[in-house]
């Protein structure tokens, strides 16, 4: 099993300013996930994030508006980059594979105003 | 990727089992089927998952059918704990990301 804790929990932000999500994994690993899940819906991924790689990003989603860092096998950053509204979300990471369960932290809640 | 179809809502009472139904006809050959719940407020977290024969854990069951284009999570015993949304989820190839439908919302009443 993985113990995943992610910084801030939560944050209020103002449009146009950006915000840094923090992943950290109690064991390394190697393939992380972000997704977001908007108000009452289900979960977008976002990108998935290897070590020692560029970030692969879905559909939908771009690197200039969601920057993601990968330094280590234990830990990775999410950057929410000039953020509007609509941007307000539950930002969520997860690690594990296909074979294999995945782990997901607890989540970071933006709101943007 | 092999598109799901689950009931939107379920209602169970507590210490009562609940089956809990996914139709996944289009799911290939070497797709696992996994399944996730997520409470209220947290992360999803797993529950199971299997790729041709039933499978249990000490969460759950899982049935598969045999032509494999449906499953069947089944809770033995349903705790007020279990009031989630369940994602029944074909997973496979070399990427391991999860692609989440809407669920199922299962309520448990006392």
């Known amino acids: 099993s993985a113990v995943i804790s992610q910084k801030p929990s939560r944050d209020i932000c103002q449009r146009g300013t950006s915000l840094t999500i923090q992943c950290q994994v109690d064991?390394?690993?190697?393939?992380m996930f972000w997704y977001r899940q908007q108000p009452g819906q289900s979960l977008t991924l976002i990108a998935t994030?290897?070590?020692?790689?560029?970030?692969?990003?879905e559909s939908g989603f771009v690197i200039d508006k969601f920057p993601i860092s990968r330094p280590n096998l234990t830990f990775s950053t999410l950057t929410v980059s000039n953020m509007s509204p609509e941007d307000s979300s539950i930002y969520l990471c997860s690690v594990g594979d296909w074979l294999r369960e995945q782990y997901f932290g607890p989540g970071t809640r933006l709101t943007v105003t | 990727d092999a598109k799901t179809t689950q009931p939107n809502s379920m209602e169970s009472n507590e210490e009562e089992p609940v089956h809990l139904p996914c139709n996944h006809s289009t799911i290939s050959g070497t797709d696992y089927i996994h399944w996730y719940r997520q409470l209220p407020s947290q992360g999803p977290e797993y529950v199971i998952h299997g790729l041709t024969s039933n499978v249990n854990n000490r969460m759950a069951s899982l049935a598969i059918a045999e032509d494999r284009k449906s499953s069947t999570l089944i809770l033995h015993r349903a705790t007020l704990r279990d009031a989630a949304v369940y994602y029944c989820i074909p997973l496979g190839g070399s990427q391991g990301n999860l692609i989440f439908g809407k669920g199922t919302k299962l309520s448990v009443k006392p």
């Open positions: 994030a290897n070590q020692g790689s560029e970030a692969t990003y």
């Open positions: 064991s390394q690993v190697t393939m």
